[in-house]
Structure formats: structure tokens, C-alpha cells
């Protein structure tokens, strides 16, 4: 039993340590502004769903120390990443992390994944352009 344990242990940790790391990602693109020409290239439920997981880390905040809050986070992100902001963001993110299936998987079942190939796998889904 003990065993059992022990593995459920280190699956939450893998999981709480990557949605850090995911909260790190996020961080990095709100530190940026739209004229640095940053473009998301995947889903709209992905981005929301990623930025959902990293607000509920609650380690955004501003220069206060205060949580950011999760429609600040989307309007922000959106508008460095040039996408254009959901009506109900929490609607997509929910969608996305109800996702089953082979091929449509939860977005932190796949940036988990992921994160055994790549330090950073959000940004993998971002691309700088030159306009």
C-alpha cells in the first residue's frame, strides 16, 4: 500500500512542480508587449486552459505582491500574443481540461508530456514574427 502511495506522491509533485513552471512561461509572455510581435500558433482552449492552471498557482502578481486576476492574465496575454480575447474565457479553459480521449488530451496531460523533451513547452506554441 505503501507504494501506492508513494507514487500518487510523486505524480502530484511532477504535476504541482510543472504548473510552476507553466506559471514561470506565463510570466515571461506578460513581461512582454504586443510590439515585440508575439503570436500564439495553437488552439484558443489551450491558451486558456495554460493560463487558467497558471493563475490558479497564484504566483503571478503585481508589483505589490497581489495575485493577478485570471480575466487581467487572459486580457494581457491575448493582447501580447495578438489573439483576440474570449467573451467567456473560463467557459474555454473548463472545455479544455473536460478534454478525453487519445487524440485530445488536457492541455497540462500534454505540456507534462512535453516537459521531458523541452524546458519551456508553452513557448514552443509561440512564434516571433518580423513585421
Known sequence: ?????SENEGTMMNRRQAE????HEVGRVLGHT?????????SLVDLMEALHT???TYLLTDAEGISLSFIHIVSRVCAVLHVVTPSNP???AARGSRRK?????PYMTRYLRRLSASKEPLWEQIETSDC
Open 90 to 92: 473560463y467557459e474555454l
Open 34 to 42: 504586443a510590439t515585440d510581435n508575439l503570436h500564439w500558433k495553437g
Open 20 to 23: 510552476h513552471q507553466l506559471a
Open 54 to 56: 497558471a493563475y490558479t
Open 1 to 5: 500500500m505503501r507504494t501506492h502511495f
Open 101 to 105: 480521449g487519445l487524440h485530445s488530451l
